[in-house]
């Protein structure tokens, strides 16, 4: 798969969250848990008040200063084989996660740094998550279901 930049992280949006895009485009897209998206539904993505299912793994930095990623998430929907599912726009997540997740398109893998203000602050969450850390969050967009009234659903 190539790397790429997302679309539109820190391209004048301003909102300090750093996409790395896991797939190219072409006729179709394999994505990592082995499933296809189709051309008609590669650049379909959720919008504010629609409902997502994820997998996602969530790491800190190492705390020696090295700047690289503690090797086991400290939190991850695929060591639970359960994904995770919640609405764009309801602070139902932290604001990273809403921001990144909103600006995927269905089957999308990303990596995703996630300053601290856009995570869980200065004051962290202990005793899992130190004051000011910045997160790397690993996700993947399994599908969503609209919020608007038409209520469509798209899945891979």
């Not at 793994?57 to 700047?67: C, I, M, Q, R, V």
């Not at 400290?74 to 599912?85: A, M």
């Not at 969450?125 to 919020?147: C, H, M, N």
Request: aromatic share 10%; charged share 25%.
């Amino acid at each position: 798969h190539g790397r790429g930049r997302g679309r539109g992280y820190d391209q004048g949006h301003g909102d300090g969250v750093d996409n790395d895009n896991g797939h190219g485009h072409g006729n179709s897209t394999d994505t990592d848990t082995g499933g296809e998206i189709d051309d008609e539904y590669q650049d379909i993505g959720p919008q504010l008040g629609d409902t997502v299912k994820i997998h996602y793994e969530a790491f800190l930095f190492k705390d020696d200063g090295s700047n690289t990623l503690e090797e086991t998430p400290f939190d991850s929907s695929r060591k639970r084989n359960l994904p995770f599912c919640f609405c764009i726009g309801k602070e139902e997540v932290i604001d990273g996660l809403d921001i990144a997740v909103e600006q995927m398109t269905l089957g999308q893998l990303v990596e995703v740094t996630i300053p601290y203000l856009y995570a869980y602050g200065e004051q962290g969450y202990a005793p899992q998550i130190p004051p000011k850390s910045t997160l790397v969050f690993r996700v993947e967009l399994l599908d969503f279901t609209s919020g608007d009234v038409t209520g469509r659903k798209w899945q891979k």
